[in-house]
């Protein structure tokens, strides 16, 4: 069986799961105090950026901080889960295929659902851009070009994030504990993003980035911005090894 029909099978798995479902309602629940307090965006003169950009780094801050990371918790170990309920794990790990290519598999649906969400993300922004634009009788709408160079980024970033998501949900069998350490881990983030080794954590990647794009954005403030070194061969280290142990630990526990 090839790779690509791994990760076709698993796609037929989520879509009876309700991933998808809670991807979206949080990816809405995100952008409702946008559009309740559109307002405020007028009143960034201080900092120097323009309404409609405050009103996009805003939203895609809240989502890169936590929205999207917790979200991403929930999906590895939802993942892992529509394997566990039925015992669907050990028809896989019966199959003579490699468990590696099995955990590779389910790790690229979980970079497919991440893509998921953001895309549902910009595609909302436009949506509440539209709304507040009416109800403030200004254009907050900005090139689609420039909003998905943003989202891209921040997608990006967060692939060593989700490669440690995905080794927490493989190694931690217990869905609540894993779940637990998942959210726990994300809280930091908000304190590294202004240290020097910032890199070290990938949780707080995502915020990094658009952290720095907001500096780049609004004239009068200043942030840290993007080193690529040592941040890209340390993120790819993460990456490696966390997958790498993921693939060494998958299934081991169903196979006692």
């Known amino acids: 069986m090839s790779f690509l ?81 039925n015992k669907g794990i050990l028809k896989m790990l019966s199959l003579p295929i490699a468990t590696s290519r099995l955990c590779l598999a389910k790790f690229v649906v979980l970079i497919a659902l991440a893509a998921f969400q953001i895309l549902m993300t910009v595609l909302m922004y436009f949506v509440s851009a539209g709304i507040v634009s009416q109800t403030q009788d200004y ?15 921040i997608f990006i970033s967060a692939i060593p994030m989700l490669a440690f998501f995905w080794f927490l949900s493989v190694c931690i069998q217990t869905p609540i504990f ?30 990094f980035v658009i952290t720095a794009e907001y500096g780049k954005l609004a004239s009068n403030l200043t942030a840290a911005q993007v080193e690529f070194i040592p941040w890209i061969p340390v993120a790819i280290v993460i990456t490696i090894l966390c997958l790498s142990i993921s693939c060494l630990c998958f299934g081991q526990a169903e196979r006692r």
Request: net charge positive; glycine share 6%.
């Open 178 to 207: 894993s779940i637990g350490v998942g959210l726990a881990s994300i809280v930091p983030s908000v304190l590294l993003i202004n240290t020097k080794i910032w890199f070290a954590y990938p949780m707080a990647y995502p915020f």
């Open 5 to 85: 029909s791994l990760v076709g099978i698993e796609f037929k798995k989520i879509r009876r799961s309700k991933i998808l479902l809670i991807l979206t309602v949080s990816t809405i629940i995100l952008w409702l105090p946008s559009i309740f307090n559109a307002n405020l965006n007028f009143g960034m003169q201080a900092e120097g950026i323009s309404p409609e950009n405050n009103f996009l780094i805003q939203g895609f801050m809240g989502m890169a901080w936590f929205m999207f990371p917790a979200s991403m918790v929930v999906s590895t170990v939802l993942l892992n889960m529509t394997e566990r309920s």
């Open 139 to 153: 254009n907050f709408i900005l090139q689609p070009l420039f909003v998905f160079k943003e989202a891209g980024l």
